[in-house]
Each structure stands twice: as structure tokens, then as C-alpha cells.
């Protein structure tokens, strides 16, 4: 079977920092992150390609969220600078086969790692 298992998630303080990890049982072409805020809609966060020449951001992350990769590992992270308090959500991993648009058209999905910052 197909996993994805998320880590580190927590508790920080806001302006802090924090970083995700998502452990993959195999390897995808593209591997991202999204988050569902309490009482939303899942969003896109962020997504990069097997080969890193691409990592993309939803405007809320830009300049403040790095996804990055361990392909040997099968391993992607989110690292999150200057959290807010609106960045307080259930974060999940996600992996598809194809690089590109259709990434996550039939995507794997991890359990989910919840994030809480305090203001």
C-alpha cells in the first residue's frame, strides 16, 4: 500500500517557526502540501517536482513557507517562517504521478499533521 506519513506538526507561538515532514513509501513526480483551516476549504500550499527544478507557492506562503525534498528519502518538508495565527490548520501531504498542472488530479494523501500558532 501506498503511505504517506506527516510529522511536526505542533503548537508555536506566532512569528515562529516550524517544520512538516512527509515520508513517502515510494517514489511520486510531484509531492506538495495542502492545509484545511478550521471551518474551510482544503487549500494548495505549495508543491515541488521529483527533479526540484520546480517548487511552486500559494501567495499566503510565498516568502515565508520552503518546501524542499529528500528524493533518496522519499521525503518532502515544509519548512514555515513567520507563522501567523491564520496559519493554524490541518496540513497534508500529498503526491501524484505527473509533474505539472495535473499533479494531483489523482493524488495519494498523508493522515494530516495539525498546526496551531498562538498570538
Known amino acids: 500500500d501506498v503511505q504517506l506519513v506527516e510529522s511536526g506538526g505542533g503548537s508555536v507561538r506566532a512569528g515562529g517557526s516550524l517544520t512538516l515532514y512527509c515520508a513517502a513509501s515510494?517514489?511520486?513526480?510531484?509531492m506538495g502540501w495542502f492545509r484545511q483551516p478550521p471551518g474551510k476549504a482544503m487549500e494548495w500550499v505549495s508543491d515541488?517536482?521529483?527533479?526540484?527544478?520546480?517548487?511552486d507557492y500559494e501567495t499566503f506562503a510565498k516568502g515565508r513557507f520552503t518546501i524542499s525534498q529528500d528524493r533518496a528519502k522519499n521525503t518532502v518538508y515544509l519548512k514555515m517562517n513567520r507563522v501567523k495565527p491564520e496559519d493554524s490548520a490541518m496540513y497534508y501531504c500529498a503526491a501524484g504521478e505527473s509533474e505539472g498542472s495535473s499533479c494531483f488530479d489523482d493524488a495519494y494523501w498523508g493522515q494530516g499533521t495539525q498546526v496551531t500558532v498562538s498570538s
Open positions: 515541488i517536482s521529483a527533479s526540484g527544478a520546480t517548487a
Open positions: 515510494r517514489f511520486f513526480a510531484c
